[in-house]
């Protein structure tokens, strides 16, 4: 089983969060009102303001995306469900094969170059870079210094008046042309890279004894006892 698998979409999961979005939409613009004229204060015209801004990235994302959806992997079959069923997406299954598409999902090659970073993984700490460019394979020639920040933060700090957001800062490998083979963002206290290249990402994996294919983790039921 290893053909283009279709998107279905799945209406009552799209109307379950457009009833939330209006239903955040609502509460933050009274939570703001109240604020502005019944005098409540700070934290419920803080809390207004990200409820609306939550409604208006969840609105977005309805309009450029479309609606929520179920895709099997192409690998293995297993169902994976998501938001945007018209968005150009990158899935890792269970399975542990990445998969690529919009209104179809395929595997995706070996060799595969991402534009963006999408292929990710959690960084160890210490963890050992492959000496190559991570966009184009040749011999790395530097390195270069890239940051991230949390999302949860960068959501905060857009309607916060004081700063919220940490920052971790990380040197990786590039060559003489490319700067942007990979980016990291903040989850807690992890750093999660991701990488252009699938290329580059397996070899990310092998070299930092990180598991590719979660289904080598799973027992088989007989053995499962011991
Ligand atoms: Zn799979
Ligand atoms: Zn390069």
């Not at 009833?19 to 604020?35: C, E, H, K, S, W």
């Not at 083979?181 to 999660?192: A, F, K, N, P, Q």
Request: glycine share 12%; net charge neutral; proline share 6%.
């Amino acid at each position: 089983m290893d053909r283009p698998t279709p998107v279905r979409e799945r209406h009552a999961d799209t109307q379950r969060g457009l009833v939330l979005m209006v239903i955040f939409a609502l509460g933050g613009a009274g939570l703001l009102t109240g604020a502005f004229t019944q005098g409540w204060g700070f934290w419920p015209g803080f809390a207004g303001a990200f409820f609306l801004l939550v409604a208006g990235l969840a609105a977005k994302g309805y309009r450029d995306g479309g609606g929520a959806g179920v895709v099997a992997c192409p690998a293995c079959g297993d169902e994976t469900r998501i938001k945007g069923v018209r968005a150009e997406r990158y899935l890792r299954c269970r399975c542990g094969r990445w998969s690529h598409g919009a209104a179809e999902m395929r595997l995706v090659a070996p060799d595969h170059l991402a534009a963006e970073p999408v292929f990710q993984v959690q960084i160890p700490k210490g963890a050992s870079w492959p000496s190559q460019c991570p966009v184009c394979q040749a011999p790395a020639t530097g390195t270069t210094t890239i940051q991230g920040t949390s999302a949860v933060g960068d959501l905060a700090a857009a309607v916060a008046p004081v700063s919220v957001q940490s920052v971790v800062k990380m040197d990786v490998p590039c060559c003489a042309q490319h700067r942007d083979g990979v980016s990291i963002v903040l989850e807690g206290d992890d750093v999660v890279g991701s990488f252009r290249s699938m290329r580059y990402w397996t070899e990310f994996m092998a070299a930092n004894g990180l598991e590719q294919s979660s289904t080598a983790l799973i027992l088989p039921p007989e053995c499962a006892q011991d």
